[in-house]
């Protein structure tokens, strides 16, 4: 199967499924915020502790190798999550419930980081969540909203308009786009490994008095 731009052959406008798509992150956030208030008080000061420690930690192989692993995983995770729902039927279903599941946690983090440390939160939250929402999440639309699609067309090829619908193919548009987001995630990935630390840093001085 090989993508290409559909309309009349298949898939619907992509600003409906973009709309639909920011709908249920919105869901996911607000079920985040809710669900934030149900967290214990002592959360605040093990959240503190974790991340003192972690910036008393000393620097090494090891603790880089660690860092840039789990931003990997971060940064990669919803992404490619989304590309890969675009090539299977199911993708109809898992990509709007992955959207909403992208809005809960991220929503939920964020909570915790306010609720513990007060208006101060909203700057730690900025500094650990805020370079990568700006990048992860516009990648990931791009991405989710012709894989939807796409999933779509698949799902009507499998029931029931299998006969009359055009078939699904991927093209040199969806490899261009896969790439620039592969492209732009690393990019960011790069810059948070090195610019957030030095963020969080400041910040927590200001907040817990660290030295």
């Known amino acids: 199967m090989i993508w290409k731009k559909q309309g009349k052959d298949g898939q619907s406008a992509p600003l409906p499924r973009l709309v639909l798509l920011a709908l249920f992150f919105l869901g996911g956030v607000l079920l985040g915020q809710v669900l934030s208030g ?4 002592a959360t605040g000061d093990e959240l503190g502790r974790y991340l003192t420690d972690y910036l008393r930690l000393d620097g090494g192989a090891d603790r880089t190798a660690l860092a840039a692993l789990s931003a990997a995983v971060i940064y990669f995770r919803y992404p490619l999550l989304a590309f890969l729902l675009g090539f ?47 990048v992860t999440l516009p990648c990931y639309l791009l991405l989710a909203v012709p894989a939807w699609g796409t999933s779509a067309a698949l799902a009507s090829l499998s029931f029931g308009r299998g ?16 790439g620039g987001v592969i492209a732009v995630l690393l990019a960011g990935m790069c810059v948070d490994l090195f610019l957030s630390p030095w963020l969080l840093q400041l910040i927590l001085e200001r907040i817990l008095g660290i030295v």
């Not at 149900?38 to 008080?41: A, Q």
Request: aromatic share 16%; proline share 4%.
């Open 38 to 41: 149900r967290v214990p008080d």
């Open 88 to 134: 299977t039927s199911l993708g109809v279903l898992l990509l709007p419930f992955a959207t909403a599941t992208y809005g809960f946690f991220l929503s939920f983090s964020v909570c915790c980081f306010t609720a513990a440390f007060g208006t101060d939160g909203v700057l730690l939250a900025l500094a650990v969540f805020g370079l990568r929402c700006a």
């Open 163 to 178: 006969r009359r619908a055009a078939p699904v193919v991927y093209g040199r548009s969806c490899w261009v786009r896969f």
